[in-house]
Every structure is written in C-alpha cells, then in structure tokens.
C-alpha cells in the first residue's frame, strides 16, 4: 500500500503514522494526480486519486490510499504462470447427482490450452465423460500468493499417438528429463483420456499479499 496526503491537519497525520506503524508507506503527494478520480466512486476531494486507490476525507485534507497490493494476470503473465514451475492443479468437476468433485492433476500449458490425463475409470474421468464443464485451480502458496481459476470444457481423446508426446511432456514438468519418457509411456495407454480444457473464464490474481 501507499499513501498520499492532501492537505495538513493533525488528524490527518495521525492517520499517517497510524497506517505507518501498520506497515503502510508513503507517495509523494503527486501521486494524487489533478486529473484522476477516485477509484469505484465519485471523487472525495477536488484533487481526487487514481484508479486502485481510494480517497479518505481527514479534515482539511484527504488522505489517498493506493491499493497497489495485488493486480489481474492476462496474456503472457498469466501463460508464465500457469507456465511455472510444477504445481499440481485442483479439478472440479461434476457429480451425476450435480455435486462438485475436486482432485489434484498433473496438466501443462499447451496451444494455448491446459492439457492433462486422466483413467477413464476414475471418478473425475466418468464425471468428464458424462458432463465435460470443468474448474482448474491453479495457486502460488509462497508469499505474496497468486492464482488462477479457469473454467470452461474439456474435449476428449483416446488416441495414443497423440496421447504418448503430451504424456511425455506432462511427466517432464512433474518428474524432469530423466523420468518424462518412462512416466509418459507408462501414462499413455488404453483406459486413459487425454483431455483439453479450454479457457473460457479465467480469474487470475497475482501478489495478493504484496
């Protein structure tokens, strides 16, 4: 968070210290530019703050808060990381009684959808099956946190030979170069589903405790 300070009165300057004491910092007052309005909601002062802040009346002077703490992931930050490193995602998928199903995949960022394996016979491979509407959970648990939640439909192959290079590929994200090919062919064979989700909603926040 920072902070700019409109104006001078001893009430506003201990809301300074008070927000410095809990951790804030603080802008120059040009922060608060003279064009920019508040954020969400009719300016609090003539002077107003810019978008991602919010204007606090103290007296004679306003106090702008700039919520800088987390922002929107798209396009290329967002492909880095769903890209990054090898967390494994949470699916949700459908019950036949309507209840959700979440279990932890293996899955890779590939043309631009999410592409990952399952047996025909689990649980969230029947579910798919029968309904293909998904949620994939994707999550950064290291401070400042980030994470993705994409929805939308799997399609569905069988194909072995175009299962077994994505397999190979799935398993080097998760087991590296040593163990993809041996993890791959062991994943790709009968009973097993490739699946492609593509992205038809996503919300993606990144440095959420920044």
Same mark, same amino acid.
């Given at each position: 968070m920072?902070l700019?300070?409109? #104006?001078?009165n001893?009430g506003?300057?201990?809301? &300074?210290?008070f927000?410095?004491?809990?951790g804030?910092g603080?802008?120059?007052?040009?922060d608060?530019?003279?064009?920019?309005?508040?954020?969400g909601s009719?300016?609090?002062?003539e002077? #107003?703050?810019?978008p991602?802040?919010i204007?606090?009346?103290?007296?004679? #002077?306003?106090?702008?808060?700039?919520w800088?703490? %987390?922002?929107?992931m /798209?396009?290329?930050e967002?492909?880095?990381?769903?890209s990054?490193?090898?967390?494994?995602g +949470?699916?949700?998928?459908?019950?036949?009684?309507g209840s959700?199903?979440v %279990?932890p995949i293996?899955?890779?960022l590939?043309?631009?959808?999410?592409?990952?394996? $399952?047996?025909a016979e689990?649980? +969230?491979g +029947? *579910?798919?099956l029968r309904?293909?509407?998904? &949620?994939?959970?994707v999550?950064?648990?290291?401070?400042p946190? %980030?994470?993705a $939640?994409?929805e #939308?439909?799997? /399609? =569905?192959?069988? *194909?072995?030979?175009e299962?077994l290079?994505l397999?190979?590929a =799935?398993?080097?994200?998760?087991m590296?170069?040593e163990?993809a090919?041996?993890?791959?062919?062991? *994943?790709?064979?009968e009973g097993e589903?490739?699946?492609?989700?593509?992205? &038809?909603?996503?919300?993606a926040? %990144?440095?959420?405790a920044?």
């Amino acid at each position: 968070m920072r902070l700019s300070l409109v #104006g001078r009165n001893t009430g506003a300057l201990l809301m &300074v210290f008070f927000l410095i004491a809990a951790g804030a910092g603080l802008a120059p007052h040009g922060d608060c530019g003279a064009e920019a309005h508040s954020c969400g909601s009719p300016p609090l002062s003539e002077t #107003g703050c810019p978008p991602g802040c919010i204007a606090v009346p103290v007296g004679a #002077g306003d106090l702008c808060l700039f919520w800088d703490m %987390a922002h929107q992931m /798209s396009g290329d930050e967002l492909d880095r990381f769903l890209s990054a490193g090898s967390p494994t995602g +949470k699916l949700a998928t459908v019950r036949a009684d309507g209840s959700p199903h979440v %279990a932890p995949i293996w899955f890779i960022l590939h043309q631009d959808d999410l592409v990952f394996m $399952t047996g025909a016979e689990t649980v +969230k491979g +029947k *579910n798919m099956l029968r309904d293909p509407r998904v &949620v994939l959970l994707v999550e950064d648990e290291r401070p400042p946190f %980030a994470f993705a $939640t994409v929805e #939308g439909t799997v /399609s =569905i192959s069988r *194909n072995l030979d175009e299962m077994l290079p994505l397999s190979i590929a =799935i398993a080097r994200r998760y087991m590296g170069d040593e163990l993809a090919e041996q993890y791959g062919r062991r *994943n790709a064979v009968e009973g097993e589903l490739l699946l492609r989700l593509r992205r &038809v909603r996503v919300t993606a926040v %990144a440095e959420i405790a920044d």
